[in-house]
Every structure is written in C-alpha cells, then in structure tokens.
C-alpha cells in the first residue's frame, strides 16, 4: 500500500477508535487524543499488523475494567485512577510502542522494532491483566519486596491470580503477535514462531513484575487523613482531600512506573 493511503487510513482507523473509547468511556478526552495520536503512529506507519496487537491491548484491558466492576468498585480508590484513562495513562501504556512503530517505517526490513513493539505491549498487557484480575485472588497480596501481607490494590503487592493473569495478558499479546508476524524471514521455521512467543511471554512477565517492584519500592505512594486509605492519588484523593506522600520518590507516578514497564519490555524485544 502507498505510504500516504496508509496514513490516511491510520488517521481514519485511530479517530473511529478513539472516538469509539470514548464514548463507551473507557478514555477522557485527553485519553482519547492520546489514543489517537498512537493509533495514527502504529496503524499508519506500521501496519494491520501492528495495529492488531494495540487493538488486542487496547480491547482486552478495557473489557478487563469493566468485568467485576461491582467487586472492584470498593477497592478503586486505591488506584491512581479509576476506569476511564486519560492520556498520561495512554501514552505510558503506548507511547514505547508508538515508537517502535515509528522506527519500523524508518528501517522498513528490519525485525528489531517488530520485537520491542510487541515485547512493550505484550509488558503492559501484562501489568493491566495483572491489576484488573489480581484483585479477585481470594487471599490477601503480598509485597514483591518483603512478602509482607498487604491490602488488595497496593502498589507492588503480588498474588497467584495477578500472576497467572500478568502470564495470561503477556501469552495473548504474544499469540497474535505469532499470527500476524509480518517479517516473513523471521518465521520461516516452527521453532522461531515457538522462540517469539516464548520471548514475549517472558518479557511480558519480566515488565510486569518490575512494575511490581518499583511499586514496591520507588513509586510516589500517598496517604489520604480523611478515609485513613495508602492510594496512589495526588495531589486530591477521590474524596476531595488533599493525600500526603508517606513513601517513594516524589516524582515517580503510576504513570511512569508503567511507562518503565513498557520500555523494559521493549529492551528485552531489542535485546534479543
Ligand atoms: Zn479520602
């Protein structure tokens, strides 16, 4: 297909999705942009390909939101932000991607942005089951970093579901990536396909779980006075209070956390 038809078709294809997103207020206006903007990137300058897999990310993740919503309704306002995601979430979820799939239409023949394109989505994906299903582990997480029992919802807490669902979301990120591999020297034999899907499962899990730890350790977590809650929320908790940091850095939001998730991902794609 001519470069600039398939531009165009990115424009066309991003602004019905978003827009659709928006509507069904999966995304904030601002979330809404974001996911245009990458969509544009990843459908007109990479390819059906590559819009597939976001497609797969951005479906999957959604619909994980709106499952349970009643069970995860109390434990919502641990997170940072609720159901709808703005464009900070967006762009730390796609923006790696995004640029992998920017580089694929600069280095046309090479396989390198096709591997971190899907190994920072398959990451992400990964972290976003694991958030979504993790909750409903019947047992109480654990922290990554000590093993410490912790409240359902806590940045870097860890459980069976939560990491049988970071496998799941990697697994399904790196299925479709097997069957719409556009690189044909690639996956000339069996055992390559077998390789990919292997590489993106593991450097899936590999995102998902650093996330876990810089939740554990590094990330800005505040404190709300009022409802005596941890929560990711700042300034203003969903209450209206003010949160005060009680540990982390000050400047490593959930978004940047998951944005590091996203890039180790695509570094362990590279890599390999
Ligand atoms: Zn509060």
Redesign the pocket.
Known sequence: MQPFIMLLLGILFAAIIAFVAYRAKSLSRSGALGAFLEGTIIFGLGGWQWAILLMGFFVSSSVLTRLFSKKKATLNEKFDKGGQRDIGQVLANGGIASIFAGLHFFYPGATWPWLAFAASLAAVNADTWATELGVLNPTMPRLISTGKSVERGTSGGVSVYGTLAAAGGAAFIALLAVLCTPSLDLVLVKPSLIFLFLLLVFSGLMGALFDSLLGATVQAIYH?P??D?ETEKHPL???G?RTIQIRGLKWLNNDLVNLFCATLGAIIGFLV
């Open positions: 709300c009022h409802c809650k908790h969903s209450c209070t």
